[in-house]
């Protein structure tokens, strides 16, 4: 008898929950403004994705884009390490290893460059972005 009361009573706390839900969600997308502020949401979120330094990796078959691409990642890459902003400078340097030929050589030559902690974060986000490419 207990245990189907409380059966019962969840069934209707879970109903009334699903219930609410509804209704708010449903009051939320009849509001007018409520495209609006999801497109500026998405504006937001887009334009601070790309203030914070992750650029569109280029094309790999087209030769042209990533020999513009890795000299200014690096260089990118270089200036923010310099300014102290170590996040976006490895982020750059990151993008210029996927890009490169031959990134070995490249690591051989960030290690004898970079810092310790700098060059650990570096590794740690290399197999982030040789999933991306």
Do not use: W
């Not at 500026?40 to 030769?63: F, H, I, M």
């Not at 102290?84 to 290690?111: K, M, S, W």
Request: with cysteine; proline share 6%; hydrophobic share 35%.
């Amino acid at each position: 008898m207990v245990d189907r009361n409380s059966t019962i009573a969840a069934g209707m706390c879970g109903a009334l929950f699903i219930g609410y839900c509804i209704y708010f969600d449903r009051k939320r997308r009849s509001d007018p403004n409520f495209k609006n502020r999801l497109r500026e949401r998405r504006k937001k979120q887009k334009l601070a994705k790309e203030r914070a330094g992750l650029s569109k990796l280029p094309a790999l078959e087209d030769a042209e884009a990533v020999q513009r691409f890795f000299p200014e990642e690096i260089q990118l890459g270089e200036e923010l390490l310099a300014q102290g902003r170590y996040e976006n400078g490895v982020d750059h340097l990151t993008n210029a290893i996927a890009v490169c030929g031959q990134p070995q050589q490249l690591l051989r030559v960030l290690q004898q460059t970079l810092p310790p902690p700098g060059f650990q974060k570096l590794l740690t986000k290399l197999p982030a972005i040789s999933q991306e490419v």
